[in-house]
């Protein structure tokens, strides 16, 4: 099994910054794929951003250029530094983990957090 604890959501203005972490344990950390998704009042859960066990990486078009994606090896965290964030990133992120898999979707992955608020003013 594996438990992740995400942190550093809040409120800031539009064109603020925002780093969120997520801390993995019950796993190899380098056996993991590492999403991050997000889900807004009244609409599906989406993907935002992956750290595939490779050590590829991928983001959604919405973000792309704004946010980006990062972990540490020895720490067992990985990271989403948000840039210029828009009143239309508002939403509860997750940070999602799966082994061994290259893959985008939530329903294949297998471990979540909690979720953390992320509110941007206009």
């Known amino acids: 099994q594996v438990q992740l604890v995400e942190s550093g959501g809040g409120l800031v203005q539009a064109g603020g910054s925002l780093r969120l972490s997520c801390a993995a344990s019950?796993?190899?950390?380098?056996?993991?794929?590492m999403g991050w998704f997000r889900q807004a009042p009244g609409k599906e859960r989406e993907f935002v951003s992956v750290?595939?066990?490779?050590?590829?990486?991928n983001y959604a078009d919405s973000v792309l250029g704004r946010f980006t994606i990062s972990r540490d090896y020895v720490k067992n965290t990985v990271f989403l530094q948000m840039n210029s964030l828009k009143p239309e990133d508002t939403a509860v992120y997750s940070c999602?983990?799966?082994?061994?898999?290259?893959?985008?979707?939530?329903?294949?992955?297998?471990?979540w957090g909690q979720g953390t608020q992320v509110t941007v003013s206009s």
């Open positions: 999602a983990a799966n082994q061994w898999r290259l893959t985008n979707h939530p329903r294949d992955y297998d471990y």
């Open positions: 019950g796993r190899s950390f380098s056996s993991l794929t």
């Open positions: 750290s595939y066990y490779d050590g590829r990486t």
